[in-house]
């Protein structure tokens, strides 16, 4: 009886120090530094079609500090459970001028980007679906942005612009 | 010297035990259950205009258990910095008639929620900015969903519909 009292007492303790480091590295994974696996024509050739493992920050967001030309994961206003690596083209208060089909036809609409939204696009913008299609994204939907890329090794390293 | 060792040693374990307590109170509050004080007099009668503290669950929206009538705290699309809590009134794929003022026309819209997106407003219509305002919410938006409110007392109880 003793002797699986004292399993139990150790296996709860084990079992709260899993809980503990998983939590930490959730809150870090969250709010502070993740990475990403991004994969999809819709950023070339910035990002490989196929697949890149990306650095994501958290902090830029929360803080205000995102502008236009940043990297930004997002969640899809599509379908929630997925989530977009994006440009930002425009912040609120700009004027954005785009072409549904580029290839087609040379007509194009301008609109105002409202209050909290921003624009976003893929940087082939042949494939891409953004805000071109689905409109302004709220910015409450951004999850963070993107910095760094470590995989493949021969990628490595920051973006220029 | 010793001593300051000791000391500063004893201090390291009491932060990293607050430490990770915090950890722990954050991923509960974010993902499990959280309390909100919630204020204004958008969703009169349901909720009182000097302000009430509910209890918010955050297990429904990410389950998908989601559905017309009920309550929900949701980040603003127009103030990424603020929350709203409104009642989703239609979810994706079905038709929403409203009208903007209800006091001056008997004009009505209707539009079918797009995917990805649902309908919300407030219980008090006159003086509620919701999606008849600023359009279909995306769905990844949703924080959570208020199921009891706790204070004042005499209206501790659960809500909903």
């Known amino acids: 009886m003793r002797q699986w009292r004292i399993i139990a007492k150790e296996a709860m303790t084990r079992a709260s120090i899993i809980g503990k480091f998983l939590c930490l590295l959730h809150v870090t994974d969250a709010y502070v530094l993740s990475s990403n696996h991004v994969l999809g024509p819709s950023m070339l050739p910035t990002l490989n079609i196929t697949g890149d493992v990306v650095l994501v920050e958290h902090l830029s967001h929360r803080l205000g500090k995102l502008g236009s030309g940043d990297l930004v994961l997002v969640r899809s206003p599509l379908d929630p459970k997925k989530t977009l690596t994006?440009?930002?083209?425009?912040?609120?208060?700009?004027?954005?001028?785009?072409?549904?089909?580029?290839?087609?036809?040379?007509?194009?609409?301008s609109l105002v980007v409202p209050k909290g939204h921003v624009w976003i696009q893929g940087d082939n913008l042949y494939v891409s679906r953004d805000s071109r299609h689905f409109g302004p994204l709220p910015y409450g939907l951004i999850e963070g942005k993107v910095f760094m890329r470590v995989w493949p090794p021969s990628s490595f390293g920051l973006w220029g612009e």
């Open 86 to 109: 994006k440009r930002i083209v425009a912040m609120e208060g700009d004027k954005v001028t785009f072409s549904l089909d580029s290839t087609r036809s040379h007509n194009s609409r």
